[in-house]
């Protein structure tokens, strides 16, 4: 294997559909920061080159989607674990897309949604945060929550409790929707600062990443109550 340049991001798509691999790669093409490094409709084929590349992003493309695709997905994270997908779909079944996020996918992007939203999505997943647009979050979280065990325990409840107001409200806003530089902007503080508090909620509330956050802020009703 040739070595790499670790200052881009480094992508391998998977699309069934030759059209719409020509259509992402042209699209990257043209973007700073990203390279194509390797592209297939087959998903055998796509694993030895997930294995052999180690790219930093999979674009996966299946539509519709079906139970055997699903299945497929921790065989693409098996095959590269420091590989993050991003699932690119018009599938609206929220049933579906959840097993995708519990299978190992980061991000969902719908194709009915502009290029630039997926540059945005490669940027963000690339450094480790989860990509879900608003439109689904809702739908995609709250059936996760509704997967966990409902009653809180005396220790989750110690977690709530010594979360300060400050970082409650990061979690409000996490939950619905916004990344670090917005939620900087709605609580009139520097972005350092809201990785500061995301560092300090990770700790007390015992979540290793963006996605766990989220599935605990509608697991314990957040959104509703912020102040609880």
Known sequence: MCSMNRDLIHIVILAKHALVSAGIRRLLEDQQGIKVIGETSDFRAGLEIIADLKPDIILLELNPIKQTDLDYIPHITAANKLSRIILLTEDQDYHVLVRAVENGVLGLVSKTQKPETLIKAIMKVSTGEVWLERSMIAHVLSRLSSNQELIKTSVEKTEINQLSKREKEVIVL???????????????????????????????VQVSDRLELLVYAYRFGFLENPHQ
């Open 174 to 204: 996490i939950a619905e929707g916004f990344k670090n530089k917005e939620i900087a902007a709605q609580l009139n503080i520097s972005e350092a600062t809201v990785r500061h508090h995301l560092t300090s909620i990770y700790n007390k």
